[in-house]
């Protein structure tokens, strides 16, 4: 199949996760979503993000962001593997994994999405099947992929960056904005080009024209 890109539907599928089973599309239901896969259970990175996107729950519930993992292995490995990711999570800030984890030891979802790594022959399980790479996605509720991010395996996933995109976009699908570079929650944004001067000074009474005639920044609303 074609990789998988931005503005793509999000594949629909089945699957058994550690919160019951679920049709991904139902589940998501009007929400956002992140889906985030693993390339297996007990791994150390890996262990240190789920127990921060455990900690910041209410952070992607107040964005209404539902979260799910993935990884290659079975539900009773992923229900031991919670349990060592809230004891070792402890030791920074309560931590209980309440999200899903999908089991897909045959890696049929982790095809389906192009997360498996065929290219590196040397990243194999023992059963010689490759390892899934450590993808993000972000899903809007029409299901449409909004960003994607690959992980290197030794380098742990910045989940402030990820909530950050989600401010710039879900603020972008509301108004006639942009955001700028290292933009924050709260800074000035920029106003969007198909925004006319005239409209802009309706819709933007605080905004800013530059010299720069295409750049026009504006308070963010709320």
């Given at each position: ?35 985030f896969s693993h390339p297996g ?106 960003l994607t991010i690959a992980y ?61 005639s295409y750049l026009r920044t ?5």
């Amino acid at each position: 199949m074609s990789s998988l890109r931005l503005g793509s539907i999000a594949p629909n599928f089945d699957a058994e996760t550690t919160e019951g089973p679920i049709k991904f599309h139902d589940w998501i239901g009007d929400s956002w979503a992140i889906l985030f896969s693993h390339p297996g259970d007990f791994t150390p990175v890996c262990t240190t993000e789920l127990g921060e996107v455990a900690r910041r729950a209410d952070d992607f519930a107040k964005r209404n962001v539902k979260v799910i993992g993935i990884s290659a292995n079975g539900l009773q490995d992923h229900h031991k593997w919670v349990q060592d990711i809230n004891e070792f999570g402890a030791k920074v800030g309560p931590t209980n994994v309440k999200f899903p984890i999908i089991a897909d030891e045959d890696r049929k979802i982790s095809t389906l999405y192009d997360m498996l790594d065929e290219q590196d022959a040397t990243n194999r399980d023992a059963k010689g099947l490759p390892f899934t790479i450590r993808t993000v996605f972000v899903i809007d509720p029409k299901k449409v992929i909004r960003l994607t991010i690959a992980y290197p395996a030794a380098t742990g996933r910045n989940f402030d960056e990820i909530l950050r995109v989600i401010d710039s976009l879900q603020l972008g699908d509301k108004y006639k904005v942009t955001t700028p570079v290292n933009w924050k929650q709260g800074e000035d944004v920029i106003v969007h080009p198909s925004v006319s001067n005239d409209e802009a000074k309706v819709l933007f009474p605080e905004v800013t024209f530059h010299k720069q005639s295409y750049l026009r920044t504006a308070p963010a609303p709320v």
